[in-house]
């Protein structure tokens, strides 16, 4: 992989073709062309990492609105496998903020499986987004490899990126655990009651959920609806995910909530 990467919007046909035959590299399936042509020219957003003239990455975001404002709708981010865990999910996330910015637009929203560390630590930690709605089995059953035998759940997201709050340490060494482990399994701890009322909640995870759904795919589905009891409760008391803390050399990382 070169250092020197280049990420340029896309809006042609023949070049849309080139993302979608990625896709399907990536995920095994892949949008109709059409559909991203005509999102893309219609307020929409296609950006294309590439190595040398090899296209090797990209996101697909579409506009949307909630009744309120509109918002660029960040759908997918797919990267070949050599080129991730080195920064450029990132760097593509920072391009597409920068172009909605001058697009018009004010804040980003996208879902992500939050059982998924790399992308949590991605989303919430450097990109300083927050998560707020929690969708349970959100696209229903898939055959692909990372969702294939699990419900796939969702955390909806938001990232204004000119109004970020960040909280210190201090706070997320006084939080409450909600959800710790015991001998690799997930369990609800005191903390969780009918009425929450702590400033600070933390939520475990495993750090490599794929690894404990290929060797246990029972504990990966118990982590799964642990994780859905938690995250549901403390959304619907209005805890909001502002932090996530992960050490690649341990087992589990941890989500933060505050109101």
């Known amino acids: 992989m070169k250092g020197n990467l280049d990420i340029r919007t896309i809006t042609e046909m023949n070049e849309l073709e080139n993302v ?3 896709e399907d590299v990536i995920w095994g399936n892949a949008t109709p062309v059409h559909q991203t042509f005509t999102a893309v ?3 929409g957003l296609m950006l294309g990492a590439y190595d040398g003239k090899k296209l090797v990455g990209f996101s697909y975001s579409f506009a949307g609105f909630d009744g309120k404002e509109p918002y660029l709708y960040s759908h997918m981010l797919g990267l ?10 990132e760097r593509m996330k920072q391009r597409q903020a920068k172009i909605a910015e001058e697009m018009g637009y004010a804040k980003m929203i996208w ?10 630590y991605l989303n919430v930690h450097k990109l300083g987004a927050t998560g707020a ?26 990232w204004r990126w000119n109004d970020q709050a960040e909280l210190k340490m201090a706070s997320l060494e006084q939080a409450s655990v909600l959800l710790s ?4 399994k997930p ?5 969780y009651t009918e009425s929450l009322s702590n400033d600070v909640y933390a939520v475990t995870i495993p750090s490599h959920i794929q690894d404990i759904k290929d060797r246990d ?11 859905r009891q938690a995250f549901v409760h403390l959304f619907s008391q209005g805890y909001q995910a502002h932090e996530f803390i992960r050490d690649t050399e341990k087992p589990y990382s941890y989500y933060y909530f505050t109101k």
Do not use: C, H
């Open 20 to 22: 979608i035959m990625l």
């Open 181 to 184: 482990e015991q001998n690799g």
């Open 41 to 43: 020219n219609n307020g």
């Open 217 to 227: 795919l029972l504990t990966a589905i118990e982590w799964r609806m642990k994780s």
């Open 187 to 191: 369990v609800m701890t005191d903390y």
């Open 80 to 89: 070949l496998p050599a080129y991730r865990k080195a920064g450029l999910g």
């Open 133 to 158: 709605i929690y969708k349970e089995d959100y696209y229903g059953e898939m055959d692909d490899g990372l969702n294939k035998g699990m419900p796939t759940d969702r955390m909806f997201i938001e």
């Open 111 to 120: 879902t992500f499986d939050p059982l998924q560390s790399l992308n949590a």
